[in-house]
């Protein structure tokens, strides 16, 4: 079983949509929660980043920790063509910078 | 201000070859991180310096795989010999905060194709 579950989509939606994308893990022992943007052929790309359970948001951008459940969420705001790419949720155990990532979700907003 | 290059962007080897991957991490961060992604599998971590001394290489998968950070600035990787299962994309990755996981700023990786 993987550590961290993540659907990979592709997951489309129409310009304007909300966008929930999602991730669950085993280890209760992940403290730190992240969320990276990925274009194609370039490297991943800090979107959000929370610390222990609660909700955090950012422009259009809010991610949600939910620790009991060992779920994470991001959700996107009125999304737009621009934010089509793979979303990877990642995770660390303590403030050290070994991530474990998700296999990410392929998001594609169409106008 | 630069991010973190690597090059080649591309590389196509033998098995058996040995190919050598370079990172120049953001000017002023200490700590660069080397992590890869294999076909159809997650980006999973390799090794993080502190400068130029190895902090954690509890990833590195065998002793085929050797990383440098000569002076605490660029890093080199190398496999030698490559197998056909080392193909898929190497990062490289730098930040300048400690006790801050996660903000990591990415290469835009080298594509390794091991035939």
């Known amino acids: 079983q993987k550590e961290v579950e993540q659907d990979p989509g592709p997951l489309s939606v129409p310009e304007g949509a909300i966008v929930s994308l999602n991730c669950t893990y085993s280890?209760?022992?992940?403290?730190?929660f992240m969320w990276y943007r990925q274009y194609s052929r370039k490297g991943p790309e800090l979107l959000m980043y929370?610390?222990?359970?609660g909700n955090k948001e950012d422009g259009r951008f809010t991610a949600q920790v939910d620790k009991s459940s060992k779920y994470i969420s991001l959700f996107i705001r009125d999304s737009q063509p621009s934010d089509s790419a793979t979303y990877l949720c990642?995770?660390?155990?303590?403030?050290?910078?070994?991530?474990?990532f998700g296999g990410g979700t392929r998001l594609m907003v169409k106008p | 201000e630069a991010g973190v290059t690597q090059f080649p962007s591309h590389s196509v080897i033998e098995k058996g070859q040995t190919v050598t991957l370079r990172c120049d991490p953001i000017?002023?961060?200490?700590?660069l991180y080397w992590y890869r992604r294999v076909m159809g599998k997650e980006i999973k971590f390799l090794l993080h310096?502190?400068?130029?001394?190895?902090?954690?290489e509890s990833g590195m998968p065998n002793n085929r795989f050797l990383a440098e950070r000569t002076g605490g600035t660029y890093s080199t990787l190398k496999v030698q010999p490559a197998e056909l299962e080392d193909s898929g994309v190497y990062f490289c990755?730098?930040?300048?905060?400690?006790?801050?996981?996660?903000?990591?700023?990415f290469g835009s990786g080298t594509q390794l194709s091991v035939l």
């Open positions: 280890n209760s022992a992940f403290q730190y």
């Open positions: 000017s002023g961060h200490d700590n």
């Open positions: 310096f502190v400068k130029e001394s190895k902090q954690d």
């Open positions: 929370t610390y222990s359970s």
């Open positions: 990755a730098s930040s300048q905060e400690t006790g801050h996981p996660g903000k990591l700023f």
């Open positions: 990642a995770m660390s155990l303590n403030a050290g910078n070994m991530l474990t």
